[in-house]
């Protein structure tokens, strides 16, 4: 069952509880989306996914009590989405695992938080500041944004020799990666010398206060809280997500309470895809790979995870 509410943090925050049974005390799960306006089901004008209503159909399958939420400033939330900085995030984030932890029929002893995509840096910060039970981090886990975005900007640059066509020949023009990693420094260094929210950046309002705070975290910074975090994580990113760099889970080696994934083909959309994935094709892909359903053996790796875990 499923009933729709708003959690008071800063602004309302508009969520969907998952549940099963309010008889009986329930572990749950928050689930924290990616960079983005999409709802919290995860579909926006043109794309539906449904992403994280089918993530936490997968948990509440375990049995467990889910909250998936708007992000400040769309939907049903309140607040400026351009005036959204990174703590912002972690802060309404801790305000919907409070409201979980005062629920009757959640245990509030065993509270996990699965994070996508950005939501996998806001899920370990979280962690240094909230008692949590445990972490789900699937696509972003061990790594900050702007290594993310290089990442993105070096996989663009392998994808762009083999295009064909006109758009190929104008590509391979006019991207150079050395001054597309420059254009980033510079954007990150403006963000940080400003005190403002937004500014412009090359012609385009910029979120300065969400980039400065996402720069004052390395990717370092990220791996080290994790090790010490020391409650059972599992980390998943797949070989075939152009978004995430699944080396970055190479990092956690040797760390017996995080269990780290890389599957063949998984993308960052949580869907298989069986051909070769382009980022530039990355719109084509997704609209494509919506119509399947989440990847099974993902499911299982979860499910199994819980299992032995908790």
Request: with cysteine; proline share 2%.
């Amino acid at each position: 069952m499923e009933k729709q509410i708003t959690i008071q943090g800063e602004y309302l925050i508009g969520t969907t509880i998952t549940y099963e049974d309010e008889s009986r005390k329930s572990p749950a799960v928050v689930i924290i989306m990616g960079t983005g306006k999409l709802d919290r089901d995860g579909n926006g004008f043109g794309f539906r996914s449904n992403l994280y209503k089918d993530l936490a159909q997968v948990f509440a399958d375990c049995g467990c009590v889910t909250a998936r939420y708007d992000k400040r400033g769309t939907h049903a939330s309140g607040g400026r989405f351009n005036s959204t900085g990174l703590s912002d995030l972690v802060n309404d984030a801790i305000a919907v695992v409070q409201y979980l932890k005062k629920l009757p029929y959640v245990d509030e002893n065993r509270i996990l938080v699965c994070g996508h995509s950005e939501g996998t840096m806001i899920a370990t910060l979280l962690a240094e500041r909230e008692e949590t039970a445990g972490l789900v981090l699937l696509g972003g886990a061990g790594t900050n944004l702007k290594d993310a975005m290089y990442y993105q900007n070096q996989f663009a640059a392998k994808d762009i020799p083999r295009m064909k066509g006109l758009s190929g020949a104008i590509m391979r023009k006019s991207f150079d990666l050395k001054k597309q990693l420059a254009l980033l420094d510079e954007m990150f260094r403006k963000s940080g010398e400003t005190t403002k929210d937004t500014i412009h950046f090359k012609g385009a309002a910029v979120p300065a206060k969400w980039l400065r705070e996402h720069g004052a975290f390395t990717t370092e910074k990220y791996v080290d809280i994790l090790k010490k975090y020391k409650k059972p994580v599992l980390a998943i990113t797949g070989k075939a997500d152009f978004q995430a760099d699944y080396h970055k889970l190479e990092a956690f080696q040797g760390e017996s309470h995080i269990c780290c994934c890389a599957p063949d083909g998984l993308t960052h959309i949580l869907r298989v895809s069986s051909g070769e994935t382009s980022i530039l094709k990355a719109n084509q892909l997704y609209r494509s790979l919506v119509k399947e359903p989440l990847d099974s053996n993902l499911i299982q790796t979860i499910q199994n995870w819980l299992n032995t875990a908790f």
